[in-house]
């Protein structure tokens, strides 16, 4: 049975956990492999809405281990907040697994995200502010503190102290901010440890086994392609893999056993944050997008940059992942246009480029070359197969997965959980 990677292939904000919760029925396992509580999901379950911050999306699907990867990093107090959320609303949350190898957010990490940002001004990153990227900088650094240091309080009051000695000196010296404690740290870390116990495991250990007894595991990218920390628009990006091989790292499992990618593609374009976003639109048609497809960030609260589809950064997303499927999401967004413009190419310094380019400084000043297609003002959303959509909507999707170079195999027509178009089965 096969091992699925599901990622985004833009910026993140695709709609992953609908693609998520549709295959969540089917599948054994949903692992989240990277990033923390900066990256949402929303899931539509009938008239429910749910909004996931960290939990995979599979937490939903009746049957389905949900699991949270290695290269996770955990805010304790934001899982906590969330499993409480979601069991008071009837949720089955016991069969969570949480990797002892995942790294903890602790609140200086926050607290040095906050203050950073805020210090640089008009170069700041546009982070969430949640201390993933000073985690992941401790994580690197060798002074990061994981789920498993909670259970011995003499090496987490090392590590911490480790951690505090660099950062105090850098808070009260050029932050101007008071130092922090390393006793009131490790106390508050301890607090969540008897909480945690029941759902840390050896997920590394579970996952291969899975396989081994061919039960079908997903593994679940947050943020998108373009964020990813080696192959994203750096450095506005996150501070992880979204891309499909951090799925192998994140979850300890070898490439070898991956045998689908699968790339959620918005039938549109968003971007959450600061960086360069080349089809960026400022006018009516941008504020119609924001407005009918409810673009707001899950986690941020912030309102997503809006534009046309992007085909070149769809084409590096099928390159860089090795995708071999497409699931294009917010089809039912681009219904009442006339017509419909997608970006096919870029302009540099007068120049056609097909490709995304290496430099940072021209993807700055690349200029969206597009071409227009007609549009249909018919409602899609009831459409159960493909063809139901209108013939302009039908032919939008099919040059959408000519210039895509993979093939789209589910269609999104609206929120609802069923209200999916599938093409061709992912299993």
């Known amino acids: 049975m096969p091992a699925l990677v599901l990622l985004g292939a833009q910026w993140g904000d695709e709609g992953k956990g609908k693609a998520t ?24 379950v009938g ?47 016991s069969k969570l697994l ?55 309080e003499s090496i987490l009051t090392q590590k911490v102290e480790a951690a505090l000695d660099v950062k105090n000196q850098m808070l009260t010296k050029l932050y101007n901010r008071r130092a922090i404690a390393t006793g009131q740290v490790v106390e508050e870390l301890l607090g969540y440890a ?9 997920t590394v250990l579970v996952l291969n086994q899975a396989l081994d007894d061919d039960k079908v595991v997903l593994f679940e990218g947050g943020q998108g392609t373009l964020l990813d920390i080696d192959h994203g628009t750096y450095p506005f990006v996150t501070s992880s893999n979204p891309t499909a091989g951090g799925a192998c790292t994140g979850a300890g499992v070898g490439p070898t056993k991956i045998s689908r990618v699968i790339g959620i593609l918005k039938a549109y374009t968003t971007r959450v944050g600061a960086g360069p976003f080349p089809t960026e639109l400022f006018d009516e048609d941008g504020e119609a997008l924001r407005r009918i497809g409810g673009e707001r960030g899950v986690t941020t609260g912030r309102d997503r ?6 085909a070149v950064i769809a084409r590096y997303a099928t390159r860089v992942n090795g995708l071999t499927d497409f699931f294009l999401t917010k089809l039912d967004v681009l219904t009442g246009w006339e017509q419909i413009p997608v970006c096919v190419a870029y302009e540099i310094d007068g120049k056609r480029v097909e490709e995304l380019p290496y ?25 159960k197969s493909f063809s139901d959509l209108p013939k302009n909507a039908q032919a939008y999707v099919k040059a959408l997965e000519e210039m895509s170079g993979a093939p789209i195999s589910a269609i999104g027509v609206g929120p609802g959980r069923d209200e999916t178009i599938e093409v061709k089965s992912f299993l």
């Open 305 to 310: 940059r809006c534009g046309w589809f992007d």
């Open 98 to 152: 949480i990797s002892g190898n995942a790294h903890i957010i602790t609140p200086y990490n926050v607290t040095v995200d906050k203050v950073t940002e805020r210090f640089l001004g008009k170069r700041k990153i546009g982070t969430t502010g949640r201390g993933i990227g000073p985690t992941y900088a401790d994580k690197i650094n060798r002074v990061g503190i994981r789920v498993q240091d909670l259970y011995d």
């Open 359 to 383: 430099s940072q400084s021209d993807f700055h000043h690349a200029k969206p070359v597009y071409e227009t297609l007609p549009g249909w003002s018919e409602d899609i959303t009831k459409a």
């Open 194 to 202: 008897g909480k945690l116990a029941p759902y840390v495991a050896d």
């Open 21 to 44: 919760d549709l295959l969540g029925g089917s599948v054994d396992y949903v692992v989240r492999y990277q990033g923390g509580n900066n990256a949402g999901h929303t899931v539509v």
């Open 47 to 93: 008239d429910q809405k749910y909004a996931l911050h960290l939990l995979p999306s599979g937490i939903l699907s009746p049957g389905c281990t949900p699991v949270i990867g290695n290269g996770v990093v955990v805010d304790p107090s934001v899982l906590f907040s969330e499993l409480s959320g979601l069991n008071e609303r009837g949720v089955d949350t």
